[in-house]
């Protein structure tokens, strides 16, 4: 079993930056972020394959930018200039085989 464990999130105003992280217990084909609105289907953020090729949503292109190292199993998530369309619960994904899920970080962007 694949245990993902997700930090960073808060509260921060428009404009702004946060940082997530995801340590998962094993190494894993492919991480990436997904968020959910309040109301609003999962969505992709942003998903890192183990060669190093990405995917980003349209909406978070120039502003997010996803990194993660491979000897620690760690996918980390920078975004900037953080706009309150961007609130939701963000979830580390992961797979190998199959899908696996963080619990999920809130990250609130006040106007």
């Known amino acids: 079993q694949v245990q993902l464990v997700e930090s960073g999130g808060g509260l921060v105003q428009a404009g702004g930056s946060l940082r997530l992280s995801c340590a998962a217990s094993?190494?894993?084909?492919?991480m990436g972020w997904y968020r959910q609105a309040p109301g609003k289907q999962r969505e992709l953020v942003a998903l890192?394959?183990?060669?190093?090729?990405?995917n980003y949503a349209d909406s978070v292109k120039g502003r997010f930018t996803i990194s993660r190292d491979n000897a620690k199993n760690t996918v980390d998530l920078q975004m900037n200039s953080l706009k309150p369309e961007d609130t939701a619960v963000y979830y580390c994904?992961?797979?190998?085989?199959?899908?696996?899920w963080g619990q999920g970080t809130q990250v609130t962007v006040s106007s």
């Open positions: 094993r190494s894993l084909s492919t």
């Open positions: 890192m394959y183990k060669i190093g090729s990405t």
């Open positions: 994904y992961a797979w190998r085989f199959t899908d696996y």
